[in-house]
């Protein structure tokens, strides 16, 4: 079936580093991504989303890439810090009422 | 007000309890979801909620009845649940189903099935 899924589980940086979370998706028909940061007992918060008819949107510290050929996706966070700590989803729009997850990644910052 | 305001932000229930998760928001959205997450595993969706009309139920099993009583309320019923129920269930809201995009979820809401 069509999913959204990341290459690495676990990324672990220092403190400045510059940060890229990847995710590759599989359903062609998707036009909305969004990127989300999830820290230990809370909701899943808003970062940055894109539309397919772009491949690169910038906001604070953040920049997300879209590459259409290859289905993928990624995330980048510059000068990283400890409050960046989370488990980061990817997320796709694929046109079905449907917001679907991907497996998430793990960033740890350390000092 | 942007937010979705989930309570309780904890529960323990037994298996023959009834209990009920609400979910608030003012934003006039006009889509609102249920999701259960389990630890370390992404939020997989439940149901999805279209102007006050059940859209999807993504194969939920019936001891989980949703309830949308008006625009801004989204109500989860839980009955006899088993302890494999356990997660964290997350409200969601858009402007509507349509309109890809202003997806706001809220804090959750932590239940553990004793």
Known sequence: GESVGLHLPTLSVQEGDNS??????????SDYFIWYKQES??????????????DKRQGQRVTVLLNKTVKHLSL???????????????AENTGFQKLVFGTGTRLLVSP | DTEVTQT?????????????????????HRAMYWYKQKAKKPPELMFVYSYEKLSINESVPSRFSPECPNSSLLNLHLHALQPEDSALYL????????????????????????
Request: glycine content about 10%; some cysteine.
């Open chain 1, 20 to 29: 890229i979370i990847n995710c590759a998706y599989s359903n062609s028909a």
């Open chain 1, 41 to 54: 007992g809370k909701g899943p918060q808003f970062i940055i989303d894109i539309r397919s008819n772009m």
């Open chain 1, 76 to 90: 980048q966070i510059a000068a990283t810090q400890p409050g960046d700590s989370a488990v980061y989803f990817c």
């Open chain 2, 8 to 28: 309780p932000k904890h529960l323990v229930m037994g298996m023959t309890n009834k209990k009920s998760l609400k979910c608030e928001q003012h934003m006039g």
């Open chain 2, 91 to 114: 409200c969601a809201s858009s402007q509507n189903v349509a309109a890809n995009y202003g997806y706001t979820f809220g804090s959750g809401t932590r239940l553990t099935v004793v």
